[in-house]
């Protein structure tokens, strides 16, 4: 059970850190800025820490396949100054998910926009960035 | 009789307190800044927070890395290895941006300090204006006391600060820092004998300017700087951050980092 676990949380990690979000912001992007991908799904994780909010959600596609994406936006500290908070997202709620995804490929998003079912918009973005 | 004389000396006495009141020491002077009434001319105090080549918005993508000073005159030392330390810190390899001392949880560094995408609260008591930031809860004191820089320091990380007031304006002066830290966050290096003069002023009611130059000549030929806007945020507090969350999560994966996944 302990190994699996340590597995699944290392699987997570390199899917994380694969598209190397963390090192966004110290040099070119790892994520593809020239295009939006927009997904809907529903929330699996939401990690509202620093150094990164991170955003887990299973999206099923039009063939009935799930599979998990990983969104992450900026600190919580920054987040929260606009409208975020530790329970504005929940395990199981449908969402839609807009970002860069990652350059090589993974199941990996730079979030630029959140909308929840009620069609409520969170923006992970501030003007005094 | 005796009244007769007393009165002269009375005067005498008189003459001396009001003569010794218009010629107070210095300090005294400066005391009385450090204590301005609040949201006066001499009140730098509140929440500030950095605003970007004049607030447009920008995506998280467009983090500020440097002070958009790209022509920076540096030396051909400075040259050598800003040619190194630019492309690891500003590149695509986790390996090499994790060299840049900040990942290892070691203090910024001033002006790098004022990079950081978080708020910093100004605090004015006598004799000290505190910095307190939120980027990893450092606290910089500018002394306004009248002291000299301290001659018996060792070499700092964020230096030794020495502020002075100028009508409005706060100059503060910092020296005595080590060499370990970088002016920004692309890796333009600096000596210890790096020197760092800041103009703070209030400009209104909601605003403060950091008008900053950097002088170093081993490092670059001439002083060069910019001004820094921030933007006074009441309702905001100084939250929580903490750099080994970031230093903790990227040195335990790093391994994990090099060999990125295709699914």
């Given at each position: 059970m302990k190994l699996r676990l340590s597995v699944s949380f290392a699987i997570m990690v390199v899917l994380l850190l694969s598209s190397g979000s963390l090192f966004a912001h110290h040099g070119a992007s790892p994520y593809d800025t020239s295009k939006l991908t927009t997904l809907k799904g529903t929330v699996t994780d939401f990690q509202f820490i620093n150094p990164h909010v991170v955003l887990s959600v299973d999206v099923t596609d039009d063939?009935?396949?799930?599979?998990?994406?990983?969104?992450?936006?900026?600190?919580?500290?920054?987040?929260?100054?606009?409208?975020?908070?530790?329970?504005?997202?929940?395990?199981?709620?449908q969402i839609t998910v807009i970002g860069n995804r990652g350059k090589n490929g993974s199941k990996t998003l730079r979030l630029q926009k959140v909308v929840l079912s009620n069609g409520r918009e969170l923006d992970p973005n501030s003007l005094s960035d | 009789m005796r009244e007769r004389r007393l009165i002269p000396a009375m005067i005498v006495l008189a003459i001396c307190f009001g003569a010794s009141a218009s010629f107070a020491p210095a300090t005294a002077q400066q005391e009385t800044a450090a204590r301005p009434a609040a949201g006066g001319a001499q009140d730098l105090s509140g929440l500030w927070s950095r605003l970007r080549d004049g607030a447009t918005a920008r995506g998280y993508e467009n983090y500020v890395l440097d002070f958009g000073?790209?022509?920076?005159?540096?030396?051909?030392?400075?040259?050598?290895?800003?040619?190194?330390?630019?492309?690891?810190?500003?590149?695509?390899?986790?390996?090499?941006?994790?060299?840049?001392?900040?990942f290892s949880c070691y203090p910024p560094g001033v002006p790098r300090i004022y990079l950081y995408n978080f708020p910093v609260q100004?605090?004015?008591?006598?004799?000290?204006?505190?910095?307190l930031f939120e980027y990893d809860h450092y606290i910089r004191r500018i002394y306004t006391d009248g002291r000299p820089h301290d001659p018996q320091l060792g070499p700092l990380w964020m230096g030794d600060s020495i502020g002075k007031w100028e009508g409005d304006t706060l100059v503060v002066d910092t020296t005595n820092f080590n060499d370990k830290t970088y002016i920004d966050r692309v890796g333009r290096p600096h000596t210890s004998a790096l020197h760092v003069i800041e103009r703070l002023r209030r400009i209104d009611a909601n605003s403060l300017e950091d008008d900053f130059t950097v002088e170093d000549p081993k490092a670059y030929t001439k002083p060069w700087g910019t001004k820094l806007i921030f933007e006074s945020k009441p309702t905001w507090n100084v939250l929580e951050q903490v750099c080994e969350d970031n230093a903790g999560f990227l040195g335990f994966n790093k391994q994990a980092t090099q060999a990125p996944k295709k699914k």
């Open positions: 063939k009935g396949k799930t599979e998990n994406w990983v969104g992450e936006a900026n600190s919580p500290n920054v987040l929260s100054r606009h409208g975020w908070d530790k329970d504005v997202i929940k395990k199981g709620d | 000073k790209s022509d920076s005159p540096m030396t051909p030392w400075a040259a050598a290895i800003y040619k190194v330390t630019g492309p690891k810190f500003h590149g695509d390899d986790p390996n090499t941006v994790l060299s840049d001392p900040v100004i605090v004015q008591i006598p004799g000290q204006v505190i910095m």
